[in-house]
């Protein structure tokens, strides 16, 4: 946050103040044990020398890593019920969250399959309410959720299914639909 605010790191004496300790020697054991951790990095015993691991540019650095809760299941296939677990989170890249209050949600189904959305994957929300066209949402349907492209249509919506086997879903006015989110990111664990 010190990064963020000011475009340079806080000194060890800042970091006492700032979470009250009387001693800087408190501070330095902490980030002694952070660097052993390899969360930061510290150039030589130079005043403002911390630098957080995989940033260099603090706060708003796409590569900064952010907590999201992932808030369960979304259909790739049949709408269902989204489950809501806030009990497990994932860390990813500010770049790849986009907007503040992104999440995330694990895929069931498989008609998102040829856009290399697989059974298993997370997939990365930035909450929006519109999307343009050809763009993967989290769509909310009378049913329940799930994951499609988006393409307005005239009057209607369809959510087409990026497998060449299933038929999309059309939207006409008088139904329940609102998007909950856009598709920034898949995340798949190999093995």
Not at 25 to 31: A, G
Not at 76 to 86: F, S, V
Not at 144 to 167: D, S
């Amino acid at each position: 946050q010190y990064v963020g605010w000011n475009g340079y790191a806080p000194t060890v004496r800042e970091i006492a103040e700032h979470l009250t300790f009387r001693s800087t020697n408190t501070v330095d054991y902490h980030l002694k044990a952070l660097e052993k951790k390899g969360f930061i990095r510290r150039r030589g015993n130079f005043a403002r020398a911390i630098e957080l691991v995989g940033t260099t540019k603090g706060a708003n650095d796409p590569h900064q890593l952010v907590r999201v809760p992932i808030h369960g299941l979304i259909a790739a296939g049949e709408p269902i019920q989204m489950i809501d677990d806030r009990d497990e989170w994932c860390h990813i890249s500010a770049g790849m969250a986009g907007a503040p209050g992104a999440y995330a949600l694990r895929v069931r189904g498989n008609s998102m399959i040829d856009e290399h959305i697989c059974p298993g994957d997370l997939v990365i929300i930035e909450p929006r309410a519109r999307a343009r066209d050809g763009e993967i949402v989290v769509a909310l349907l009378a049913d329940g959720v799930t994951l499609k492209k988006f393409y307005h249509e005239g009057k209607q919506i369809r959510l087409q299914p990026a497998n060449a086997t299933m038929k999309p879903i059309y939207v006409t006015p008088d139904q329940d639909f609102a998007i909950q989110g856009i598709l920034r990111g898949v995340i798949r664990q190999v093995a």
